[in-house]
């Protein structure tokens, strides 16, 4: 039985599974386990976002520690032997106890995290002078040398055993950087489908109901979850082989999925995959082409609000994505000030 | 445990920045600056007219991000300023360190 059981409204319930969800993927799943936690994920969207919210404030935390993340683990299906066995009842009450404790510990300094992360309050306060904060691009760099770029609002899973490196993308857009193994594939599953990755860089994004697949780089088999892995010689047309420079455009289905390929030029992977944090250098530019540019790849927009501003010339080496350093430097050692308009928009104005 | 976690989390900030191998000629700081920042991976912001006609120090060897800033500037009118969460570096002309004559030349070319 399912033990999963929330109800779709009790967002405290939710948030509490989600948190056990973390702690559990963290440490490994086990076969029914996975069973379990693909159909809760499944079950209700607001159980993808309390997931993905809380998965966020664990690798904040992560993040914090210094600490590389552990969901790479391999599965220890014996994990959970002393659970189903106790020697005797106060191991187990004591076990219980423990695991209540940690259980509980995350939940708290997760919900800690997301609340100073994700308050609504905070768009309230973001538009009276609140310092500025954005969120940056996280990159997660696996045991076996790949790396995953996660943009904002991304989560995985990421499942590695003996056989197979198998991350699932559970919400958003990632791009992958994949080290050759050739006897583990690595498969990026994102609701159902497959991507059998050839030693490539590839980008997935997952809306409700496409999965759009970039690659940059080698070769990416495009799969159905059920099915077995065939010599590329004998690959099925339903399920394609797609090279570097094509896209594949998935519609989810309730039958098979359409699975359409597509050439794609280099000025449109650039712009597609603009997300990317890269450093730009920008030599005795002004601010105005400056902020164009950081404009371009971030979701957070600047704005230069005061004509005095507009001859301020800067050199600069920056990463594209640390909008919230660039900004914090300008406005304390340039003279400039920073304020919210809106959710998105820093407005860039000379101290008066 | 909660505390035993916080505890954790705040020596672990604590640790000490990793060190980079530099190889930095002296030069012009418009230059220099550049070069530095490529060999120490961090970001860097500097008005170019505020550092025109500086003269930076060598850097050679295996040095953290700050003590190579501090090696380079060292003696010249330049100073810096960490962003204390994203590791970025402005680098601004200190005013107090420029010598009475260059100052005024300096002061004209800004305004």
């Known amino acids: 039985m399912n033990p999963y059981q929330s109800d779709y409204t009790d967002y405290t319930l939710i948030n509490q599974e989600a948190s056990e969800w973390i702690l559990k993927t963290d440490r490994g799943l086990t076969a029914e386990e996975q ?172 809306n409700q109901n496409e999965v759009d697949l970039i690659v940059t780089e080698g070769r990416v088999q495009v799969m159905e979850q059920e099915d077995e892995y065939v010599e590329e010689t004998q690959t099925p047309a339903h399920e394609p082989i797609v090279e570097q420079s094509q896209r594949a455009i998935v519609t989810l289905t309730e039958n098979r999925p359409n699975i359409q390929v597509l050439e794609i030029d280099s000025h449109q992977i650039i712009d597609e995959l603009i997300w990317r944090p890269e450093l730009i250098d920008f030599n005795q530019e002004p601010l105005s082409v400056i902020v164009d540019e950081f404009n371009r790849r971030n979701k957070v927009k600047m704005k230069i609000d005061d004509e005095q501003l507009t001859s301020l010339r800067l050199t600069s080496i920056f990463w594209s994505d640390n909008v919230e350093g660039f900004v914090r430097l300008l406005e304390s050692n340039f003279e400039v000030s920073a304020r919210w308009s809106g959710e998105n928009l820093i407005l860039l104005s000379r101290n008066r | ?82 962003d204390p969460k994203t590791g970025a570096y402005a680098i601004l002309l200190d005013i107090s360190k420029v010598p009475e004559a260059p100052t005024k030349q300096v002061s004209s070319t800004e305004k």
């Open chain 1, 35 to 206: 069973d379990q936690f693909s159909d809760w994920l499944a079950r209700s969207k607001a159980h993808k976002e309390a997931y993905v919210k809380h998965r966020w404030g664990w690798e904040e935390l992560d993040r914090l520690a210094g600490l590389q993340t552990t969901h790479d683990l391999p599965v220890n299906p014996d994990l959970l032997i002393g659970w189903e066995a106790p020697h005797s009842s106060k191991k187990w009450l004591r076990k219980w106890k423990e695991t209540s404790l940690a259980v509980a510990a995350i939940w708290v300094l997760g919900t800690f995290l997301i609340y100073t992360q994700f308050n609504p309050s905070d768009v309230e306060e973001l538009s009276k002078n609140t310092p500025v904060v954005v969120e940056r691009i996280r990159q997660m760099d696996l045991q076996d040398g790949s790396s995953i770029e996660l943009n904002h609002d991304a989560a995985v899973l990421v499942d590695y055993s003996a056989e197979e490196r198998r991350v699932q993308l559970l919400a958003g857009e990632a791009s992958f950087d994949i080290a050759k193994d050739p006897k583990r594939p690595f498969v990026v599953d994102v609701s159902g489908i497959r991507f059998r990755a050839l030693g490539t860089i590839f980008n997935v994004r997952y």
């Open chain 2, 1 to 82: 445990m909660l505390l035993s976690a916080v505890a954790l989390l705040t020596l672990l900030s604590c640790s000490p920045e990793p060190k980079h191998s530099f190889s930095v000629s002296e030069g012009y700081a418009v230059n220099t600056l550049k070069v530095y920042a490529s060999q120490a991976q961090v970001e860097i912001l500097f008005d170019p007219t505020s550092v025109r006609g500086i003269k930076t120090n060598a850097l050679v060897g295996s040095h953290d991000t700050e003590s190579a800033l501090e090696i380079m500037t060292r003696g010249t009118p330049l100073k810096f300023n960490k």
